[in-house]
């Protein structure tokens, strides 16, 4: 096992926590699922909404709440599966306790967006720009898609052997 000798500076600091969010990216489906909704709901509430900074700070808010749930689920389960290879009851406990934070971050997230964003009016010109521009829409999605699903593309080549 590898010493440490001393405190890290600042910069290995940050660099440990971008890594840590770049693995959870590349290897956690749902946090790009969130990261992904995380986008179109910033990009829609500056296009369309007037919004006061405390409205913001909210979104901000519930934003990271639900990031940072996921984040540390994905920690929880890492490490429940060093400790515990084989099955074990707590271990799923744990493992179903961490998801539920999900859970419960993302349901609050839903709830603070409709109570933000249940506009009609504002809705209907959100629609009618996206049915106008269809194309560039349809694109923007498949784009969204594709960078969801590609991380898993090596495993999924690998099962209907095509690697």
């Known amino acids: 096992m590898r010493r440490v000798k001393g405190p890290y500076s600042l910069k290995k600091s940050f660099s440990f926590a971008f890594g840590g969010v770049a693995y959870a990216l590349k290897h956690e489906r749902n946090l790009r699922i969130h990261f992904a909704v995380m986008l179109y709901v910033l990009y829609f509430s ?22 940072t749930c996921e984040m540390v689920n994905t920690a929880i389960e890492k490490t429940v599966d060093i400790e515990t290879p084989v099955y074990n009851g707590l271990a799923k406990i744990a493992k179903d306790v961490a998801a539920g934070a999900v859970l419960v971050s993302s349901v609050t997230a839903v709830a603070v967006s409709l109570l933000l964003f249940w506009d009609l009016v504002i809705l209907s010109v959100i629609l009618a720009d996206i049915v106008d521009q269809l194309l560039i829409w349809g694109l923007l999605l498949s784009v969204t ?9 090596n495993a999924i080549m690998r099962k209907f052997g095509r690697d």
Do not use: Q
Not at 46 to 67: Q, S
Not at 145 to 153: A, D, E, F, N, V
């Open 46 to 67: 500056i296009r369309y909404y007037d919004f006061t900074n405390v409205e913001y700070a909210l979104i901000l808010l519930v934003i990271g709440f639900v990031i």
């Open 145 to 153: 898609i594709l960078w969801i699903i590609w991380p898993r593309r």
